[in-house]
């Protein structure tokens, strides 16, 4: 009888932390969460490095540190994010790391997702997570890249144009922020979209879209001292 009343207490333990691993793993993005923590723990960052957070065009930025010699950028950029996911891992990829800029690209994918929220939403989506920050970082410089424009997401191109209108506005209004307006500068003068600076996928930007980031990121960026 106490064999089986231990063995169901054990079972009983198992189950509940399996049902708890399989919880955390359920949420979008849990493992490359992971691989930032491993890695935070292996060597954790320097403090004062310049912090990029966001979605898959920060993701696929892996030699970003290239194009900005003599700046020490972290790169925390993980899938396809949605502003919502960066609110929920702002512990893990934002708040530890004590950095002298924060540099965002995030948004566009929360338009692509099945709950079609409206541009409201999503810039209050933007509001929030922009409150959180201020309030572990109060006066850290911060910096929101535009929504971009890509060929493959052509019918959400009113959206991304209201939603970075009224980002702008808000930031604006806001101390120690500014706005990078990408956005004009990936159309050509006729206000269609340039294709030869994304890869064959029409929505991530090759060498060519990534040197075109730079030269308008550049001058807003804060050189280590």
Request: one cysteine or more; aromatic letters at 16%; hydrophobic letters at 40%.
């Amino acid at each position: 009888m106490m064999k089986n009343k231990v063995f169901a207490a054990l079972f009983a333990v198992f189950l509940c932390l399996t049902l708890n691993v399989s919880a955390q793993e359920s949420f979008p993005f849990y493992n490359d969460i992971q691989r930032f923590k491993a890695s935070d723990s292996a060597a954790f960052p320097a403090s004062g490095q310049i912090l990029f957070i966001g979605s898959s065009s920060f993701t696929m930025w892996q030699d970003v540190n290239d194009y900005f010699p003599g700046y020490h950028i972290l790169n925390r950029g993980f899938g396809g994010s949605r502003l919502l996911d960066l609110i929920r891992y702002r512990y893990e990829i934002i708040f530890p790391y004590a950095p002298r800029q924060i540099v965002m690209y995030c948004g566009e994918n929360d338009f692509v997702a099945p709950d079609d929220p409206p541009v409201s939403e999503v810039v209050n989506r933007f509001e929030t997570l922009y409150r959180f920050i201020r309030g572990k970082y109060p006066t850290t410089p911060f910096l929101y890249i535009s929504m971009k424009p890509s060929p493959s997401r052509q019918r959400f191109l009113g959206q991304y144009r209201e939603a970075n209108s009224r980002i702008q506005a808000f930031l604006q209004k806001q101390p120690h922020a500014q706005y990078a307006d990408t956005f004009s500068a990936m159309l050509n003068k006729d206000g269609s979209i340039m294709t030869d600076i994304f890869i064959s996928d029409n929505l991530h930007l090759n060498k060519k879209g990534y040197t075109l980031w730079q030269k308008i990121l550049k001058p807003a960026l804060l050189k280590q001292k």
